[in-house]
């Protein structure tokens, strides 16, 4: 079954860089037809789309929001997907998703989920 | 960015009511609107894609509709284990942003 498996929990001081990985088991991570997109929710939010990296290809898009300040990077050998996010400020102190995109018919979705990792940003 | 508006923010209603969330998008998106279902604690689940395709394994009892710019979800007859949150995302340009979500109360 499809799994995606995320890093834990990290407190991090303003100013300070966090990476989150993101292992996928249960199908081929470098399969084209699928990215691994990365989805935050602060607390009490709603979700908010970050950026996604195509395994396959290793293109990535970002939310300009976050432009120049996240990075989305692959391990193909190792199934893994990691988001970096820089310059940290309280605002950024939320969960963090990644997640399995999948398109084709029906338009792009998310159909699988990684537990979430808990990020918080505290002097 | 693509605005998506849900209505209402929250909802009260019983078990085996018929539930309408609706959600706008700020521009024609054509069907590429999807829903999700996150409850308290948990990681979000996809319920709908492309407006109205029921994810494998969803039940029934959920639907979805609309296109261009107005969508509704309906729980035909609500159960105890749909409290929740639900979220509508539009997936028709980057950035794929999701409604503020509907708090379903039973």
């Known amino acids: 079954q499809v799994q995606l498996v995320q890093s834990g929990a990290e407190v991090k001081k303003p100013g300070a860089s966090v990476r989150v990985s993101c292992k996928a088991s249960?199908?081929?991570?470098?399969?084209?037809?699928?990215?691994i997109h990365w989805v935050r929710q602060a607390p009490g939010q709603s979700l908010e789309w970050m950026a996604w990296i195509n395994a396959g290809s290793g293109n990535t898009k970002y939310s300009q929001k976050f432009q120049g300040r996240v990075s989305i990077t692959k391990d193909t050998d190792a199934s893994t997907a990691y988001m970096d996010l820089g310059s940290l400020r309280s605002e950024d102190t939320a969960i963090y998703y990644c997640?399995?995109?999948?398109?084709?018919?029906?338009?792009?979705?998310?159909?699988?989920w990684g537990q979430g990792t808990r990020v918080t940003v505290s002097s | 960015d693509i605005q998506m508006t849900q209505s209402p923010s929250s909802l009260s209603a019983s078990v085996g009511d018929r539930v309408i969330i609706t959600c706008r998008a700020s521009q024609s998106i054509g069907s590429y609107l999807n829903w999700y279902q996150q409850k308290p604690g948990k990681v979000p689940e996809l319920l709908i894609y492309?407006?109205?395709s029921l994810q494998s394994g969803v039940p029934s009892r959920f639907s979805g509709s609309g296109s261009g710019t107005d969508f509704t979800l309906t729980i035909s007859s609500l159960q105890p284990e749909d409290f929740a949150t639900y979220y509508c995302q539009q997936s028709y340009r980057s950035p794929y942003t999701f409604g503020q979500g509907t708090k379903q109360e039973i």
């Open positions: 997640a399995r995109g999948v398109a084709g018919a029906g338009g792009l979705r998310f159909d699988y």
């Open positions: 249960g199908y081929t991570f470098s399969d084209y037809d699928y990215a």
């Open positions: 492309g407006a109205s």
